[in-house]
């Protein structure tokens, strides 16, 4: 096929690296080749970050802490540094949006609106300065002692903030933001697949005069980010991901008493109660599972439905989704584009495979769409007739598959809601509220949305179980980067800061 794409990256330093405040060459000639995913051909390359880079960098965010002003600078000061990268952010929408698709496959109408968030995300932040209680006054206890007790939050050190390849631009806002206004430094690893998003921020962290070493970025793969993460100058480790690699992170981190939060996968489920037509409930998921070809950690693929109205649900399901439009992300009459590399295309066909094995129904999909013959692209599927405890049913395929579970009335659907080793995100399609809540609250999952697949990290976004521990985004999101401190005075001093 032949991509619309006029589009090209937008890096200004692809073969360098952004450490203590400058534009680096890396320590070897090493490239990462980052390929099209709607083309199969590589797009743009960006220089890979060796340990002895990734140690650079942590070297520099760590003189930026231990020695640099930024920590001793007030939440106001580092706030006004948050609101200049804000307007800046908007100054750059066209160039992320513009190569994203190149990157992840993702369409540009909706990186656009990805891309139009990223501004928000920093000056929400910078708000907080004004209203987040860094200090708060305690009265003393009797084994206190003093007249005056304090509560002071302060910056948990070094960040090693490690992104994904999907969301990376969105993602690396939600890490680097609160770190930032908390007082910390930061290292920001972007994924191979998708480096763009931190080779922008960086830029836009030059032109905005962030103090040498704040702010460092590189390009890695697994060996480096390991180093990263084992580094005994990183403080915390901020990771969004696989379970497996988050699994090594909490493990590494635990042996020095790093601190960790991490956001690992999903298998998340939508509950279709029996007052709630299927019609209008499979229009909505389908419109939200084609974002990203299905590659969300917080996507809704395990939709539970009362028995008697299985069939038609997933009749439903097969008009909406089994009818979109797949193809060039570029194109505006596309609907959903590729998955990311051949090798995720492969790991999808082969849950497919499994499906098919284990007794589900195939209702559409399951295989390369016809038309096209080049690119990472699978089908928008559904199985129906799921067993609950299958492969499909309880791993994270992170495609566009859908699977149709039957129950047998609310209290079963919920059990095998609840019936996961994750807890991201569940939708509940009722018009009664009340009981749309009281499903809600029953239900083991970090979000819940009505009628829909939400999520709104300007609240809290985070999992139960094993898709995470903590949480991003609003006030909660700010925490992780935080230190309490307790301090015992005879009086209060006249000046808090």
């Known amino acids: 096929m032949t991509s619309t794409a006029t589009t090209s990256s937008p890096m200004r330093h692809p073969d360098s690296l952004y450490i203590g405040g400058r534009w680096v060459r890396p320590s070897t000639d090493a490239m990462i080749d980052v ?9 743009f390359r960006v220089a890979e970050a060796t340990e002895a880079d990734v140690a650079a960098a942590v070297a520099a965010a760590r003189t930026a802490f231990d020695e640099g002003p930024w920590p001793r600078l007030t939440h106001a000061e580092r706030a006004g540094y948050l609101r200049e990268i ?61 007249g005056a007790g304090l509560l002071v939050q302060e910056p948990v050190g070094v960040v090693a903030a490690i992104v994904p390849w999907n969301g990376p631009a969105v993602i690396s806002a939600y890490k680097t933001g609160p770190a930032l206004l908390a007082g910390c430094t930061v290292v920001l690893k972007m994924p191979p697949e ?23 970025v590189v390009t890695a793969d697994r060996r480096a980010s390991e180093a990263l993460v084992r580094d005994p100058g990183v403080d915390k480790v901020s990771f969004t991901g696989s379970n497996a690699a988050g699994r090594s992170i909490a493990a590494a981190c635990a042996g020095r008493m790093a601190r960790v939060t991490l ?80 090798r995720q295309r492969a790991r999808i066909e082969g849950y ?32 129906a007739d799921v067993d609950n405890r299958s492969v499909i049913a309880q791993e994270e395929i992170f495609g566009p598959v859908l699977t149709v579970i039957p129950a047998d009335g609310e209290a079963d659907a919920v059990e095998k809601a609840n019936d996961s080793i994750y807890g991201l995100n569940a939708s509940v399609f009722t018009h009664d509220v009340d009981r749309a809540y009281a499903v809600a609250r029953r239900l083991r999952t970090g979000t819940v949305g009505h009628n829909g697949t939400r999520t709104d990290a300007t609240i809290a976004f985070g999992g139960f179980k094993q898709s995470g521990i903590g949480r991003e985004g609003g006030t909660e999101g700010l925490r992780p980067y935080l230190e309490s401190k307790t301090v015992l005075l005879d009086r209060y001093p006249r000046h808090l800061g």
């Open 263 to 342: 956001e690992l996968g999903g298998k998340s489920a939508a509950l279709i109660l029996d007052d709630y037509d299927v019609s209008a409930a499979a229009r909505t998921i389908a419109d939200s599972a084609r974002y990203l070809s299905g590659q969300v950690c917080y996507a809704t693929t395990r939709l539970i439905v009362d028995r008697k109205r299985h069939d038609a649900f997933a009749e439903a399901l097969r008009e909406s989704f089994g009818r979109l439009t797949v193809g060039d992300p570029f194109d505006p009459r596309t609907q959903m584009g590729p998955v990311i590399t051949g």
């Open 35 to 43: 390929v099209t995913p709607a083309t199969e051909e590589v797009g």
């Open 194 to 216: 998708a480096p763009s998003a931190g080779y922008v921020l960086a830029e836009i962290a030059e032109d905005a005069g962030l103090p040498a070493g704040v702010l460092n």
């Open 352 to 383: 497919l495979a499994q499906g098919r094995e284990q007794g589900a129904r195939l209702v559409t999909g399951g295989g390369r769409p016809a038309h096209l013959d080049r690119g990472f692209y699978v089908e928008p599927t559904v199985f």
């Open 86 to 146: 804000a307007a800046r952010i908007g100054e750059r929408v066209d160039d992320l949006a513009g190569a994203a698709p190149l990157e992840s496959g993702v369409l540009q109408s909706l990186a656009r609106g990805s891309a139009s968030l990223l501004a928000s995300v920093f000056a929400s932040y910078a708000g907080m300065a004004d209203t987040f209680p860094f200090v708060e006054r305690h009265v003393p206890g009797p084994t206190g002692g003093g």
